[in-house]
């Protein structure tokens, strides 16, 4: 019996500790993407996204806030948009607003020594966008 209640007690922390592992990753890939955004985007779309960086004064743009990407979308998370966005491949509003085209410059404030060679690393990508999900209102 003693033995039954011990296995039973095994078990149950395995199970436990598989279900654990999708939360914290998940937590992990949004504080690195937090690191990512503070680097490469709060600049001009402020600390949290509320859109208004101290580079965005010069901008005679005001950033969108990044934290209604949601609401401006019935609800739902347009990943897909803001992904093709990010990375320079859909029409801008306003052409002359200088958001840069990742694709062409990379995360070059994060890697300020070429370390990705230019390149958005594919982790560091779904990162950003975890985070810019997880900040939604
Ligand atoms: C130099 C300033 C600047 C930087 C840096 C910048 N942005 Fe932007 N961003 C803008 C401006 C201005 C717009 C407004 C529209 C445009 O460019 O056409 C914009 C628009 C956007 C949009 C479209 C939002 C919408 O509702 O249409 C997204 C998404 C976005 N930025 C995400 C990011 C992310 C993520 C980063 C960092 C990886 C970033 N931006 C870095 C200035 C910037």
Known sequence: MRHRSMAIVTISCVLLSACTDGPIAEADAVREGQ????????????????GVGSASLTLGVVPPNLTGLKQ???????????????????EKDAPASRMPDFSMVGLRHV??????????????????LDYLEAIQK
């Open 35 to 50: 690191l990512i955004y503070a680097k490469e985007c709060s600049a001009c779309h402020g600390a949290r996204g509320e």
């Open 72 to 90: 401006r979308n019935d609800g739902y998370f347009p990943r897909e948009f803001v992904s093709r966005f990010i990375m320079g491949r859909l």
């Open 111 to 128: 890697y300020p020594n070429g370390g990705a060679d230019g390149e958005v690393l594919e982790t560091d990508f779904a990162n950003l």
